[in-house]
């Protein structure tokens, strides 16, 4: 994956069994350490924490409800060498009025705990037990589904029944020069899953809530996590009226920038009334930053923030862009190394650099040609800026 690409494969018919109508297309790889495939549940959803060296895997899940709200919760795993094992934890919630919950904690892994098929995982720390565990078909009307429990100044019990099957990007082996050991990068993505359950903000009587969500994991193998990428992206559209969901993630690999030669690695989905149409990957795809400058309030004025993303999406059968514009401070922004006191984060910031995550929740509308028609998606966004290295 995220390389030029020679020719489209279409890979629709296998894609999802039970929607004969969906029309993927994925591109060829020219990089044959790349391969794109239909997720196969629930061997794809494992927890793998033997592997080699220095490893980071999570998992995600990114919702919307239908009372405005929205939030984002992970749960992960990671291997930093010398014997050093960390089970980090983040969740958010945003809704007008309330102020923006963004909540994270690193753990030695001794508290991350597994289910004997590796399928689910349970993360004991100081604010309660966390939970993502894999519910099969018969306990969700012949649907996968994560079951999501959060216990912390928000309370999530939610169930994320997928509605779409997914899609698995693995080994792009993409940063390191021939001959060398190779990066082991995974990704992935279920696009749509329904949301129903309940969140409890700050003490305050429990919500049931429903709405739209999506799934997203990631494995990163054989290096730091933050020695990927100087930046990355990622994007949610969720029209809840039609079932669509428009997804982006891109990150440029840790100094491309510098060295003349930014390579953009991307790839995202576009589905469309509950049916994903496209995956798309590799140049054709794009996230351009417009407007960007130095905020004195925003990571402490070490990288520009922009005022406006576009987001393009282009494949075989499908063309779709949205350039969303953001407010001069973002919904939430977090320095990830917060938590260490100041003499640990100093020594860290030269191991890992100077991560910080901006996210601007609000409103968009993207003009999407399917098939040669065209047709508008709108509804709730999520734009989630990763700094790293400066």
Same mark, same amino acid.
């Given at each position: 994956?995220?390389?030029?690409?020679?020719?489209?494969?279409?890979?629709?018919?296998?894609?999802?069994?039970?929607?004969?109508?969906?029309?993927?297309?994925?591109?060829?790889?020219?990089?044959?350490?790349? &391969?794109?495939?239909?997720?196969?549940?629930?061997?794809?959803?494992?927890? @793998?924490i033997?592997?080699?060296?220095l490893?980071?895997?999570?998992?995600?899940?990114? *919702? &919307?409800? @239908?009372?405005?709200?929205?939030? *984002?919760?992970?749960?992960?795993?990671?291997?930093?060498?010398?014997?050093?094992?960390?089970?980090?934890?983040?969740?958010?919630?945003?809704?007008?009025g309330?102020?923006?919950?963004?909540?994270?904690?690193t753990?030695?892994?001794?508290?991350?705990s597994?289910?004997?098929?590796?399928?689910?995982?349970?993360?004991?720390?100081?604010?309660?037990?966390?939970?993502?565990?894999?519910?099969?078909?018969?306990?969700?009307?012949?649907?996968?589904a994560?079951r999501?429990?959060?216990?912390?100044?928000?309370?999530? @019990?939610?169930?994320?029944?997928?509605?779409?099957?997914?899609?698995?990007?693995?080994d *792009?082996?993409?940063?390191?020069?021939?001959?060398?050991?190779?990066?082991?990068?995974?990704?992935?993505?279920?696009?749509?899953?329904?949301?129903?359950?309940?969140?409890?903000?700050?003490?305050?009587?429990?919500?049931?809530?429903?709405?739209?969500?999506?799934?997203?994991?990631?494995?990163?193998?054989?290096?730091?996590?933050?020695d990927?990428g100087?930046?990355?992206?990622?994007? *949610?559209?969720?029209?809840?009226?039609?079932?669509?969901?428009?997804?982006?993630?891109?990150?440029?690999?840790?100094?491309?920038?510098?060295?003349?030669?930014?390579?953009?690695?991307?790839?995202?989905?576009?589905?469309? @009334?509950?049916?994903?149409?496209?995956? &798309?990957?590799?140049?054709?795809?794009?996230?351009?930053?417009?407007d960007?400058?130095?905020?004195?309030?925003? &990571?402490?004025?070490?990288?520009?923030?922009?005022?406006?993303?576009?987001?393009?999406?282009?494949?075989?059968?499908?063309?779709?862009?949205?350039?969303?514009?953001?407010?001069?401070?973002?919904?939430?922004?977090?320095?990830?190394?917060?938590?260490?006191?100041?003499?640990?984060?100093?020594?860290?910031?030269?191991w890992?650099?100077?991560?910080?995550?901006?996210?601007?929740?609000?409103?968009?509308?993207?003009?999407v040609?399917?098939?040669?028609?065209?047709?508008?998606?709108?509804?709730?966004?999520h734009?989630?800026?990763?700094?790293?290295?400066?």
């Amino acid at each position: 994956m995220y390389v030029r690409q020679s020719e489209w494969l279409n890979a629709a018919r296998s894609y999802l069994s039970d929607q004969s109508s969906l029309q993927t297309h994925v591109h060829k790889q020219t990089n044959p350490g790349a &391969t794109m495939s239909t997720l196969t549940l629930p061997e794809s959803l494992a927890w @793998d924490i033997k592997l080699p060296k220095l490893t980071t895997q999570y998992k995600s899940v990114y *919702f &919307t409800l @239908d009372d405005g709200s929205s939030g *984002f919760a992970q749960l992960a795993w990671g291997n930093l060498g010398l014997g050093i094992k960390v089970a980090p934890m983040a969740y958010t919630f945003y809704k007008e009025g309330i102020e923006p919950v963004v909540e994270s904690v690193t753990s030695l892994a001794g508290g991350f705990s597994l289910s004997a098929d590796c399928q689910s995982c349970t993360l004991k720390h100081g604010t309660g037990m966390h939970a993502l565990t894999l519910l099969r078909p018969e306990s969700e009307g012949g649907a996968w589904a994560y079951r999501l429990v959060i216990e912390g100044v928000v309370k999530y @019990d939610l169930v994320f029944t997928f509605r779409t099957k997914g899609y698995k990007v693995t080994d *792009f082996n993409h940063t390191l020069p021939a001959g060398t050991s190779q990066d082991v990068i995974s990704h992935a993505v279920i696009p749509l899953c329904d949301v129903k359950g309940t969140y409890q903000v700050r003490g305050e009587q429990p919500v049931e809530c429903a709405g739209q969500g999506s799934f997203v994991e990631a494995i990163f193998s054989k290096t730091k996590f933050t020695d990927m990428g100087d930046r990355w992206n990622a994007f *949610f559209l969720r029209d809840r009226d039609t079932n669509s969901v428009l997804h982006m993630l891109q990150f440029i690999p840790r100094g491309s920038a510098k060295s003349g030669d930014e390579r953009r690695f991307v790839h995202g989905s576009v589905t469309l @009334d509950g049916v994903t149409r496209a995956i &798309t990957s590799g140049s054709n795809n794009s996230v351009l930053h417009g407007d960007a400058s130095i905020h004195p309030a925003v &990571t402490e004025g070490i990288f520009p923030i922009p005022r406006s993303i576009t987001y393009t999406w282009s494949g075989a059968n499908v063309k779709a862009t949205i350039t969303t514009a953001l407010s001069e401070m973002p919904t939430s922004q977090t320095d990830v190394l917060d938590f260490f006191p100041g003499w640990a984060k100093r020594i860290l910031q030269r191991w890992a650099g100077r991560p910080y995550v901006c996210v601007w929740a609000g409103e968009g509308e993207a003009k999407v040609e399917i098939d040669g028609t065209e047709r508008m998606v709108k509804g709730r966004t999520h734009n989630e800026v990763t700094f790293v290295h400066p």
